[in-house]
């Protein structure tokens, strides 16, 4: 609730977009799990920043999310026009909870 703290600052803009040091090459990926903790409802603005950094033409991306209580909320409606040429599909938020069993199986589900 610090109206001064980075993530608010970022989080309050929608045209934020923090600087990646060090991109990561996905071009021999067909698919790419995006993970991330939701603030506010959606992804982290860095999270808009790498997508729209990657060449996705006819890739899917697959976001997941960490969370203590709350679900996706908007987060695929916010990330969907950066994903350019990419199949984005619906994510999932992960609890605690969850065990390594039940990542590799929804992994497989998707």
Same mark, same amino acid.
């Given at each position: 609730m610090d109206k001064k703290a980075r993530s608010t600052i970022e989080m309050n803009d929608p045209a934020s977009r923090p600087a990646i040091a060090k991109m990561p090459d996905v071009g021999a990926y067909d698919r790419i799990y995006?993970?991330?903790?939701?603030?506010?409802?959606?992804?982290p603005r860095i999270i808009n920043t790498f997508l729209e950094a990657c060449e996705l033409? /006819?890739?899917t991306v697959i976001p997941f999310a960490t969370s203590g209580g709350s679900?996706? /909320?908007?987060?695929?409606?916010?990330l969907k026009p950066s994903c350019g040429g990419a199949k984005l599909v619906e994510g999932k938020v992960f609890r605690k909870s969850a065990s390594k069993a039940d990542l590799a199986a929804w992994a497989a589900s998707v």
């Amino acid at each position: 609730m610090d109206k001064k703290a980075r993530s608010t600052i970022e989080m309050n803009d929608p045209a934020s977009r923090p600087a990646i040091a060090k991109m990561p090459d996905v071009g021999a990926y067909d698919r790419i799990y995006v993970g991330f903790p939701i603030w506010w409802y959606v992804a982290p603005r860095i999270i808009n920043t790498f997508l729209e950094a990657c060449e996705l033409d /006819g890739k899917t991306v697959i976001p997941f999310a960490t969370s203590g209580g709350s679900g996706m /909320g908007k987060t695929n409606s916010v990330l969907k026009p950066s994903c350019g040429g990419a199949k984005l599909v619906e994510g999932k938020v992960f609890r605690k909870s969850a065990s390594k069993a039940d990542l590799a199986a929804w992994a497989a589900s998707v």
